[in-house]
């Protein structure tokens, strides 16, 4: 791996955890890992352009088949990909299949790149988690033997327990909050060979745990409010992302494009992404 490279453009692909839910902004949409890391590469050099194509609830074969050719076609610099979590989930989930269509894109999407990038993701502490970890198992083995033969690197989320805590996740227990995103795109940031800007492995400071009366009210209001509406949709075979497209990706074509920091002479933050198209094919 280089040390302190040079990247012009960043494509993330996947579900709700690369599309940045629950890291919620004021006017309702998210930011999330991706856009943190686009920003700090943003600042390191001119031109740089971005495009994230993830919408939550996609399954591995809607990424695979739908989202890596369109990030594919954009020819980035670095590629990241995060897919199949949510098949993990589902009752019937054939993990041959799953295992399949992460091939699929991972090559689609290795020769397409400088790149590729590809995730154990993080998990809640819990039951659920417990229940679905060894499917969770034996999907970050495939992620790691796609990304030894195909020249990817991995960056490793499930091992680190600062990851794990309930606190680095939202009331609806399946989404980062804000700090978490933000670990998140410090562990991409290290992993693309950039020198560290704080640990993100740190624990959270400790803190009482909760009364009994207070985790049960909160136990009724995640069943209510989060878990009841997520069975909901297996049951009736929909999904949070029905009829949504990627953040970079325009909804009357179905094609995706770049955006680029406005103020490119601005050495800072970046404040606000204009549009760009993306080069003839």
């Not at 490279?5 to 999330?32: I, K, Q």
């Not at 994230?52 to 990909?81: C, S």
């Not at 103020?263 to 204009?274: F, I, L, M, S, T």
Request: with cysteine; net charge neutral; charged share 25%.
């Amino acid at each position: 791996m280089e040390i302190d490279p040079t990247h012009t453009s960043l494509v993330a692909v996947g579900d709700s955890f690369t599309e940045g839910m629950s890291d919620l902004l004021p006017d309702g949409s998210y930011r999330g890992w991706a856009d943190v890391l686009a920003e700090r590469l943003a600042t390191r050099t001119p031109g740089f352009r971005y495009a994230n194509l993830a919408v939550r609830g996609k399954l591995i074969g809607q990424i695979a088949e739908e989202q890596a050719p369109m990030a594919a076609a954009l020819g980035a610099d670095v590629i990241t990909l995060v897919g199949g979590l949510n098949d993990t989930l589902r009752p019937n989930c054939d993990m041959g299949r799953v295992r399949g269509l992460l091939e699929q894109a991972v090559e689609t999407l290795a020769p397409a790149c400088k790149q590729l990038v590809l995730m154990r993701s993080p998990g809640r502490q819990g039951p659920v988690l417990q229940r679905f970890r060894p499917r969770m198992e034996e999907l970050f083995g495939y992620v790691d033997d796609l990304a030894a033969r195909h020249g990817a690197v991995v960056v490793d989320l499930s091992g680190a327990a600062a990851l794990a805590d309930q606190r680095m996740w939202d009331v609806d227990r399946l989404h980062l909050t804000a700090e978490g995103h933000r670990r998140v795109a410090e562990a991409v940031w290290q992993t693309l060979g950039h020198a560290p800007q704080d640990d993100w492995r740190t624990p959270m400071p400790a803190s009482a745990r909760p009364a009994w009366a207070a985790r049960r009210v909160s136990d009724v209001r995640f069943a209510r409010q989060h878990l009841g509406p997520w069975i909901g949709r297996r049951l009736t075979g929909r999904s949070s992302g029905d009829g949504r497209t990627g953040a970079h990706v325009d909804p009357a074509t179905g094609r995706a494009f770049w955006v680029t920091p406005e103020d490119a002479a601005a050495p800072g933050p970046v404040r606000k992404w204009r549009r760009v198209e993306p080069d003839p094919a």
